[in-house]
C-alpha cells in the first residue's frame, strides 16, 4: 500500500513521498507531509469546546430573560426554612401554646416568620396566627406547602405576604399583587365570589366576599400566563393576559423610551396587532379596551398595562 499526502496548495495527491518533513509536489509547492502537531489538535479542540460552552451560555441566558418577561420573574422566590430557619406548619402544630412560643422565639431572631399553611383551609387558625404574630412584632409570612394551595381572609386595608407576593385587599381601589420590593405588580378590581385572577403563577379565585373581608382561595400554577381584566407590570415582550372566552393579549415589543408597546390580541378566533404610543395609548378591539398608562417613579419604568371589558 502505498502513502499519499496532500498538498495543501494544490490539493493534488503526493505518492511515497522520500521525505515526510519534505514533501515536493508537482506544482512546486514543498510541505510538512507529516500533518499538524498533537498540540495543534488539542488547541483546536479546547477552543471548539470553549465556543459550544459559550453559545450553551448564552441559550441559557436569552431563555432566562423570555421567562422572566413571560412570567414576571423578577427575583428569586421565597424558600420556606430557607437558610435552615425554623417553620411553624399549621398542619402539624395547632397549639396556641407552640404558635405563641415560636413567634416569640422569631421574633428575636428576624422580623418575617415562615408559616406553613395546611391543606384543608382553617381560616380561624390563620387569625389566631397573625394575632399572635402581632403581639410579638414579627410578620408571619404564609407558605402554600406541598399541595401548592391554600386559602387566606384578607381583612380591609389588610396586606399579607405568601410566598414571595404580597397580597393588598384595599376596597373600593380593589386587591393588589406586589413583589417582595412593594412594587406593584397587578392591580384588580373589588373581589366577588366566583371571581378569578391570575399574576402569572399565582392564581386568586374569591370564594367569600363582604365589606369587611374577602376569602381567598390561592394556587400556584408555575409556568401560566396571567388571566383576567386588570393593571398589569412590568410590562415587556412576553407578558400575556388570557382572557375568558379564548381571548387574550400578548405584548410582543416595548420601547419603554418611546413609550412604544406592539401587542397581539385574540378575539373571536382572529388576531389583531395593535401599537399603543404615549400619543395614542389607547386601542378598543370588540370590547376590550387595552391602554398605556405611562409613567417612570425615581427614574424606574413603572407602566401599567390596562386591559379592561364590560
Known amino acids: 500500500m502505498s ?7 494544490c490539493r493534488g495527491e503526493v505518492a511515497d513521498p522520500p521525505d515526510l518533513r519534505a ?3 508537482p506544482c512546486g509547492a514543498l510541505f510538512d507531509g507529516r500533518g499538524a502537531p498533537p498540540a495543534y489538535w488539542i488547541a483546536a479542540g479546547l477552543l471548539c469546546a470553549l465556543v459550544l460552552v459559550a453559545l450553551w451560555i448564552t441559550a441559557w441566558q436569552n431563555r432566562e430573560r423570555k421567562l422572566a418577561g413571560r412570567y414576571g420573574i423578577e427575583s428569586p422566590a421565597a424558600v420556606p426554612g430557607q437558610g435552615g430557619r425554623p417553620i411553624l406548619d399549621l398542619s402539624v402544630e395547632r397549639r396556641e401554646a407552640a404558635i405563641d412560643k415560636y413567634f416569640a422565639r422569631e421574633a428575636r431572631l428576624r422580623e418575617a ?16 396566627v397573625i ?8 410578620r408571619p409570612r404564609f407558605f402554600l406547602g406541598d399541595q401548592k394551595r391554600a386559602a387566606l381572609r384578607l381583612g380591609l386595608g389588610e ?5 414571595h407576593f404580597f397580597i393588598a385587599w384595599l ?7 406586589l413583589n417582595p420590593g412593594g412594587l406593584l405588580l397587578a392591580r384588580y378590581a373589588p373581589p366577588t365570589r366566583g371571581w378569578i385572577r391570575r399574576w402569572h403563577e399565582l392564581e386568586l379565585r374569591c370564594v367569600a366576599a363582604s365589606p369587611q373581608a374577602v376569602t381567598l382561595e390561592l394556587e400556584l400554577k408555575p409556568g401560566s400566563s396571567c388571566f383576567g381584566p386588570g393593571d398589569y407590570r412590568p410590562v415587556r415582550a412576553g407578558l400575556r393576559i388570557d382572557l375568558e372566552g379564548g381571548r387574550s393579549v400578548t405584548v410582543t415589543r416595548y420601547d419603554a423610551a418611546r413609550p ?3 401587542a397581539r390580541v385574540t378575539h373571536q378566533g382572529e388576531n389583531a396587532e395593535i401599537v399603543l404610543t404615549g400619543e395614542a395609548p389607547e386601542r378598543k378591539v370588540g370590547p376590550l379596551r ?14 401599567l398595562l390596562k386591559v379592561e371589558e364590560p
Open 159 to 163: 396586606q399579607i405576604e405568601v410566598e
Open 113 to 128: 416568620a415562615d408559616v406553613a399553611l395546611p391543606a384543608v383551609p382553617d381560616l380561624d387558625l390563620q387569625d389566631r
Open 23 to 25: 514533501v515536493a509536489c
Open 290 to 303: 387595552i391602554a398605556l398608562e405611562h409613567s417612570l417613579v425615581d427614574h424606574e419604568d413603572s407602566t
Open 171 to 177: 376596597g373600593a381601589e380593589g386587591l393588589r399583587v
Open 131 to 138: 394575632q399572635a404574630a402581632a403581639r410579638h412584632g414579627v
Open 3 to 9: 502513502l499519499k499526502v496532500r498538498c495543501p496548495k
Open 260 to 262: 412604544e408597546l406592539h
